[in-house]
């Protein structure tokens, strides 16, 4: 049973701040490195970051200075920390989890940046 569920999406003006929230269980946490996708509607769904086991961090080019990944190994949560939202920010946030041998998505929040 593995399970990834994302949270702390909701509504945010321009300029505000949120952080999302990705508990992850059924996995050897520590063993996989983590990542962050967004999904706007009628949009493709886009790699937003990726945390290694090391700590290692890689960022799209278009949250760059804006958002932090980490991650709690001994609480197997990975956190998405989104500062100065825009409206260009506003999708579906979606967990993954990966070891190159298995691939899990959690189910998706909302973000929803607007005035």
């Known amino acids: 049973q593995v399970q990834l569920v994302e949270s702390g999406g909701g509504l945010v003006q321009p300029g505000g701040s949120l952080r999302l929230s990705c508990a992850a269980s059924?996995?050897?946490?520590?063993?996989?490195?983590m990542g962050w996708y967004r999904q706007a509607p009628g949009k493709q769904r886009e790699l937003v970051a990726f945390i290694y086991s090391d700590g290692s961090t890689n960022y799209a080019d278009s949250v760059k200075g804006r958002f932090t990944i980490s991650r709690d190994n001994p609480k197997n949560t990975v956190f998405l920390q989104m500062n100065i939202l825009k409206a260009e920010d506003t999708a579906v946030y979606y967990c993954?989890?990966?070891?190159?041998?298995?691939?899990?998505w959690g189910q998706g929040t909302q973000v929803t940046v607007s005035s």
């Open positions: 993954r989890a990966t070891n190159g041998g298995n691939n899990y």
């Open positions: 059924g996995i050897i946490f520590r063993n996989y490195r």
